[in-house]
């Protein structure tokens, strides 16, 4: 059984470019989640959507981020431009409302902005 | 306001013996609680979740937890480590507010030493 799906695993860009990162959530799965790690911040959730709804943005830094999911299978994660502190991982999760509160998380994309 | 607390940031414990990674909760009501454990260069994985009934929760290799209200504890717990359980431990709530979303922790490295 696939779990969530990233792309690409690592990318380096320099600074001032867009940044593209992608997602592939668990089947059936009903919700979507975006998440970044950092060493001085920790997990922050930046935006999660519902049945393909952005439900929740309060964790989007700021205007250069940009998320959309155009179906049940798919979200990106929009960096436009991107900083060296945008440095991070990202992670892309998922879950079922009939499955209850667990939420799976994909093996994440580590970007480097120079 | 809710919040999860894990007290230690690193835990250290010899190969063979017990290991305790210690999470404390604050939130109204009954909570939903969530272990995750992120091994290096990897996605969080899910470990167990205490919902409702039996305390003593069991989760995978061999992790279990222990539900403790007039505590508001949630301490996850292995009766002999190993090396391989070295990594990264994430204790979470579920938010009474969005049920969707789960408050992470800080986040307690545990380092097995042979």
């Known amino acids: 059984d696939a779990g969530v799906i990233q792309s690409p695993r690592h990318e380096v860009t320099e600074m001032g470019q867009e940044v593209t990162l992608r997602c592939k959530p668990i089947s059936g799965h009903n919700s979507l989640f975006w998440y970044r790690q950092t060493m001085m911040r920790g997990l922050e959730l930046l935006i999660y959507?519902?049945?393909?709804?952005?439900?929740?943005d309060s964790g989007m830094p700021e205007d250069r981020f940009s998320a959309k999911m155009p179906n049940a299978s798919f979200s990106t994660l929009k960096i436009q431009p991107s900083e060296p502190r945008d440095s991070a991982v990202y992670f892309c999760?998922?879950?079922?409302?009939?499955?209850?509160?667990?939420?799976?998380f994909g093996e994440g994309s580590w970007l480097t902005v120079v | 306001a809710q919040s999860v607390a894990q007290p230690e940031d690193q835990v250290n414990v010899a190969e063979g013996n017990p290991l305790t990674v210690k999470c404390t909760y604050s939130?109204?009501?009954?909570?939903?609680l969530f272990w995750y454990v992120q091994y290096p260069n990897r996605g969080l994985q899910f470990l167990l979740k205490?919902?409702?009934?039996?305390?003593l929760v069991k989760g995978s290799y061999g992790f279990e937890a222990e539900f403790n209200k007039s505590q508001t504890s949630f301490h996850l717990k292995k009766p002999s480590a190993l090396v391989s359980d070295s990594a990264l431990y994430f204790c979470?709530?579920?938010?009474?507010?969005?049920?969707?979303?789960?408050?992470f922790g800080t986040g307690t490295r545990l380092q097995v030493f042979p």
């Open positions: 999760a998922s879950k079922s409302d009939r499955e209850g509160n667990t939420i799976y």
């Open positions: 939130v109204s009501g009954n909570p939903y």
């Open positions: 205490y919902i409702t009934g039996d305390n």
């Open positions: 959507f519902n049945n393909n709804v952005p439900i929740d």
């Open positions: 979470a709530v579920r938010d009474i507010r969005n049920t969707d979303k789960l408050i």
